[in-house]
């Protein structure tokens, strides 16, 4: 059974940091590409970037770049955005996400608030 699971959302006021991790199983973990995609209430899917399966590759939405890291633990079937330098327009649910071919797998999501 694949499972797919987010955590360390929370509310954190503007400036802070999290990290988000998201534990996958039931699939080749490190032959997947994986993503974060984030919904804002009221708004569509707003990918937030990506890591290959090597790990070597890593890209980032312009709203944050610069702010947000990803990273991935093929070891532990782990992936994680450190996010820094929150900002009120993050707030959102956060999707973990993996991608090989046609074949992509979800997470329930995390909820993430940046609020003063």
């Known amino acids: 059974e694949v499972q797919v699971v987010e955590s360390g959302g929370g509310l954190v006021q503007p400036g802070g940091s999290l990290r988000l991790s998201c ?69 959102a649910v956060y999707y973990c996400s993996g991608a090989r071919g046609m074949t992509r797998y979800w997470g329930q999501g995390t909820q993430v608030t940046v609020s003063s």
């Not at 937030?48 to 079937?77: E, H």
């Open 23 to 91: 534990a996958a199983s039931g699939f080749t973990f490190g032959s997947y590409d994986m993503s974060w995609v984030r919904q804002a209430p009221g708004k569509g899917p707003e990918w937030v970037s990506t890591i290959k399966s090597g790990g070597t590759s890593t890209d980032y939405a312009d709203s944050v770049k610069g702010r947000f890291t990803i990273s991935r633990s093929n070891a532990k079937n782990t992936l994680y955005l450190q996010m820094n330098n929150l900002k009120p327009e993050d707030t």
